[in-house]
């Protein structure tokens, strides 16, 4: 940047919240801006490598909160760039093995497998816990139950549910304001195709290169 160009906005990070910030500024007429990008590229978090000549994710993989009352901002972006995406049903199992064309599989399989691991596994915990602290402990677990965790069980299950994956507690605004459904990212072109759809309405961009010197990269 040059030292004598003077910006009424700076915007740090290049990442899917600095662009949408961008976005939304540059919509209502904030053009004197510049976005400072320490790395050299824009996505940040949401980021693909190329692994086996496939493109995998390295960050963000999934647009959580679809089917609600709110429309997700990224599901609407989503759909509008033709992201390929796939259901993720999590009805009976924590995680989905998918085919190549999407299809979750072998759906049955896993999941039973899955939840005969867990209920053994809590059921071992819950045993210990009530060895522990000889506390009666009733051995059927429902998840659905929990509101808030107490047990050691119930915060380990919380934080890995919960903590782990959303870095908060619940209630998940994400999940209340735009609904429990969840997609799975599996485009070639990357997650990060929906920040270049996004820059490219506010950049100005040439054969998928953006060239607007009002982003900045490999600047701190
Ligand atoms: C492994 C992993 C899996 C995830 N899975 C999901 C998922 O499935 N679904 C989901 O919705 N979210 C997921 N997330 C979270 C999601 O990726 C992030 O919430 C989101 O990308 C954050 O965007 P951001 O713009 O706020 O920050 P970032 O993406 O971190 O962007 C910040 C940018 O600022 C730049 N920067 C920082 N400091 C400076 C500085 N001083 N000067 C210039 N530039 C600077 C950084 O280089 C970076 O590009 C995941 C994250 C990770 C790491």
Not at 174 to 200: C, K, P, S, W
């Amino acid at each position: 940047m040059d030292s004598k160009t003077r910006y009424n906005v700076i915007i740090v990070g290049a990442g899917v919240s600095g662009i949408s910030a961008a976005k939304v500024l540059a919509e209502n007429g904030v053009e004197d801006l510049v976005i400072l990008e320490a790395s050299d590229r824009i996505g940040g978090r949401i980021r693909k490598q190329d692994f086996g000549g496939v493109s995998v994710e390295l960050g963000a993989g999934w647009i959580a909160g679809v089917g609600g009352k709110q429309a997700n901002p990224v599901w609407e972006l989503a759909n509008k760039s033709g992201l390929r995406t796939f259901f993720s049903d999590y009805s009976n199992a924590r995680y989905n093995i998918y085919d190549r064309s999407g299809k979750i599989f072998p759906s049955g399989m896993a999941a039973d497998s899955y939840k005969k691991a867990v209920e053994s596994a809590i059921q071992r915990l819950r045993s210990e816990e009530a060895n522990c602290n000889g506390a009666d402990v009733a051995m059927n677990f429902d998840f659905a139950q929990i509101s808030a965790p107490k047990t050691p069980i119930e915060l380990a299950i919380d934080f890995i549910l919960h903590d782990f994956e959303m870095a908060e507690v619940e209630p998940i605004s994400t999940y209340i304001d735009f609904g429990e459904r969840e997609f799975l990212v599996a485009d070639e072109r990357g997650f990060e195709h929906l920040l270049y759809r996004m820059a490219e309405t506010f950049l100005f961009t040439s054969e998928g290169q953006i060239l607007d010197n009002r982003l900045q990269l490999n600047k701190v």
